[in-house]
Nanobody, 123 residues
C-alpha cells in the first residue's frame, strides 16, 4: 500500500488542523493505521492509531483529549484531527500502515509509511 499524507501547515497555538492520509490499493480496510511524528534529531514518536475497522483507537498521553484519529474506508483515508495545538506539537507527521494484527505504537510495528507533512504551531 502507498500512503500520501497532507494537511500540514502553520497555525497559531490553540488552533486546529486536520491531517489526511490517502492510501492506494483496494485492501485499505484490512490495515491498522497509525500517526507518528518526528522532530529533527529525535526518534519517531507515536501519536495515535486506529484499527482496520475503526473500532479501536489509541493515543499517546501527550495528545489524548486534543487529537482524534478516524478513518473512512470507502475513501481509503485516515484522518488526524488536531485541536488545541501547542508549539510543542510542531514537527513532521507521518502516517503508517500495517496489515491487521495488534494495534501497534512502535515504528517497527508498521510496514508502510507516508512521506510526512509538516505542522508548525506558533506561540
Amino acid at each position: 500500500v502507498q500512503l500520501q499524507a497532507s494537511g500540514g501547515g502553520l497555525v497559531q497555538a490553540g488552533g486546529s488542523l486536520r491531517l489526511s492520509c490517502a492510501a492506494s490499493g483496494r485492501t485499505f480496510g484490512s490495515y491498522n493505521m497509525g500517526w507518528f511524528r518526528q522532530a529533527p534529531g529525535k526518534e519517531r514518536a507515536f501519536v495515535a492509531a486506529i484499527s482496520w475497522s475503526g473500532g479501536s483507537t489509541y493515543y499517546a498521553d501527550s495528545v489524548k483529549g486534543r487529537f482524534t484519529i478516524s478513518r473512512d474506508n470507502a475513501k481509503n483515508t485516515v484522518y488526524l484531527q488536531m485541536n488545541s495545538l501547542k508549539p510543542e506539537d510542531t514537527t513532521v507527521y507521518y502516517c503508517a500502515a500495517v496489515e491487521r494484527g495488534r494495534l501497534g505504537i512502535l515504528p517497527y510495528e508498521y510496514d508502510y509509511w507516508g512521506q510526512g507533512t509538516e505542522v508548525t504551531v506558533s506561540s
